[in-house]
């Protein structure tokens, strides 16, 4: 079964970069036809896809976010990562990595990680 | 994208039926047989309910269904039981390889 597990740094300071982690396990991050998506919830609100990448590393962006957001793939690690440029306080939200998989689906998620974006 | 719409809160006694509208557009709902469904209790990480508009992963009950029409998914819950109380949220497939979430119901079981 597989398991996903987001890690990074639990506060970041506006203006800088968040950079975020998930180490997949129980499944390659190669497997043909899965997509690794990160999604995020902000306190009290909805979730917000962020975007994915292919083990092939294409790689596809949320158009509000697309400017600010880069999604990289290690397959030697298992391990995929976020990072977000100028965060503001918009930013704070519960930050959680998922898979996607054929007919598009979020069929496993990591616990998820807060990240709260304050000075 | 614009988030797909869902009522802030339904609400149901144990053993009745409740549904929950999730509204887009033809980019999305309208537009792909690829809407899904999640629950999450607080504090907790979301479970796909549903997914393909109305196919069931292993393990859901099947009081949970799915449906769509035009531009609007729905999730029905038949036979509310305690457990079922948390939030529901709907997600579509959109153009230009994007997804889109809905705003979320919260589910209160009398």
């Known amino acids: 079964q597989v398991q996903l597990q987001e890690s990074g740094p639990g506060l970041v300071k506006p203006s800088q970069t968040l950079s975020l982690t998930c180490t997949v396990s129980g499944d390659s991050i190669n497997s043909a036809g899965y997509y690794w998506s990160w999604i995020r919830q902000p306190p009290g609100k909805g979730l917000e896809w962020i975007g994915y990448?292919?083990?092939?590393?294409?790689?596809y962006y949320n158009p509000s976010l697309k400017s600010r957001v880069s999604i990289s793939i290690d397959t030697s690690k298992n391990q995929f990562s976020l990072k977000l440029s100028s965060v503001t306080a918009a930013d704070t939200a519960v930050y959680y990595c998922?898979?996607?998989?054929?007919?598009?689906?979020?069929?496993?998620w990591g616990l998820g990680t807060l990240v709260t974006v304050s000075s | 994208q614009s988030a797909l719409t869902q009522p802030r809160s339904v609400s149901g006694s144990p053993g009745q039926s409740v549904t929950i509208s999730c509204t887009g557009t033809?980019?999305?709902?309208?537009?792909?047989?690829?809407v899904s469904w999640y629950q999450q209790h607080p504090g907790k990480a979301p479970k796909l309910m549903i997914y393909g508009v109305n196919k069931r992963p292993s393990g859901v009950p099947d009081r949970f269904s799915g449906s769509k029409s035009g531009n609007t998914a729905s999730l029905t819950i038949s036979g509310l039981q305690a457990e079922d109380e948390a939030d529901y949220s709907c997600c579509s497939y959109a153009a230009s390889y994007n997804y889109v979430f809905g705003t979320g119901t919260k589910v209160t079981v009398l």
């Open positions: 033809s980019s999305d709902v309208g537009g792909y047989n690829y």
């Open positions: 990448i292919y083990y092939s590393a294409s790689t």
């Open positions: 998922a898979r996607d998989s054929p007919e598009r689906r979020f069929d496993s």
